[in-house]
């Protein structure tokens, strides 16, 4: 690999494609000495996850011979991946590992007391970087000797798609796999509150029946998805926890907004709270219909700003020689 000044290595190369390449856009691109290296998980290219523990392994060795800095998009191995970049890249290459999970809601390896220790003790020099405020408390928290540095999720504006007319119905559209994070209930009470003419529907894997809703239990893939937010008026985000919504974000660059909960990371994609909720069904019914009256130039111009604020960020807080 060519000589490069930041190496992103992308762990999730199905999952996090277009993350990736937002990062990539929000450090400057080529331009900037930036360059990008993928693996895929299991999930996309099949095999075990010791496989794909080997081809991370292999794109970090490929990555310290860039004699760049290193940037790690998520853990395989959780804590252990900070005590494994720091063994494969040496003493001499400063690297970094993005933790979108501190806390993860399903199963995962490495976040227990003892992978913590060995992260800390082994990877201290390895830098941390979370998405949101929360993050960062749960992972000083759950590492009191440790810290990281908090910088905005990319956003990679795009351009509005043309829609070949609009539904009378107002679309709401809830997108991405169950989780036990998600609030059913709320989605339950929606749909005896909303008004007419609606179209609410749940799109993703695992999703329970819902009174009200049309739940559709399907993968979604990186095109579908776009299609489902841009044919949408609203994108609706009924989590209870959660460090930060790449769901929210995408309907945001593709100019539909996207409600939320108050208080969560979501406050920081927008300049006021019009799309965010409170505890009450109500509030989100006001959101919603925000929501539903704003313009996709406006909400584009929202997303333009927060893709400047940043890229500003990361090329201020990330700072490499």
């Not at 790690?72 to 400063?94: E, N, S």
């Not at 990679?156 to 609009?166: D, E, G, K, T």
């Not at 799309?275 to 333009?304: F, K």
């Amino acid at each position: 690999m060519s000589s490069a000044r930041i190496v992103v290595v992308n762990t999730l190369g199905g999952a996090l494609h277009h993350y990736s390449a937002a990062l990539v856009a929000t450090l400057g691109g080529d331009a900037a000495g930036v360059r990008l290296i993928s693996v895929d998980e299991p999930s996309a290219a099949g095999g075990s996850a010791l496989a794909w523990l080997g081809r991370t392994l292999r794109a970090l060795i490929r990555a310290r011979r860039s004699g760049g800095h290193v940037l790690v998009t998520w853990p395989v191995l959780g804590h252990l991946d900070r005590a494994v970049m720091r063994l494969v890249l040496g003493g001499r290459v400063d690297a970094a590992i993005v933790v979108h999970d501190p806390r993860p809601l399903v199963h995962a390896r490495g976040y227990g007391r003892v992978a913590r220790w060995a992260g800390g003790f082994l990877g201290r020099r390895v830098r941390m970087i979370v998405h949101s405020e929360s993050a960062r408390a749960d992972l000083q928290a759950d590492c009191p000797g440790d810290s990281a540095l908090l910088l905005p999720h990319p956003v990679a504006p795009r351009p509005l798609a043309v829609r070949s007319s609009r539904s009378e119905a107002c679309v709401v559209r809830v997108l991405g796999q169950y989780k036990p994070d998600r609030d059913v209930d709320l989605l339950r009470a929606l749909a005896d509150r909303l008004p007419e003419p609606r179209r609410l529907e749940v799109i993703g894997r695992g999703w329970p029946i819902i009174d009200g809703w049309e739940v559709r239990d399907a993968f979604v893939d990186e095109a579908e998805l776009d299609r489902l937010i841009a044919t949408a008026d609203v994108v609706l985000v009924p989590y209870r926890r959660f460090y930060q919504s790449g769901v929210a974000i995408r309907a945001l660059e593709l100019g539909t907004p996207a409600v939320g909960p108050a208080g969560s990371s979501m406050t920081d994609l927008y300049p006021d709270d019009r799309y965010l909720a409170g505890d009450s069904v109500e509030s989100w019914c006001a959101a919603i219909g925000q929501a539903t009256a704003a313009s996709r130039d406006g909400t584009a111009a929202v997303a333009r700003a927060a893709d400047a604020r940043a890229r500003e960020a990361w090329q201020r807080g990330y700072a490499v020689s």
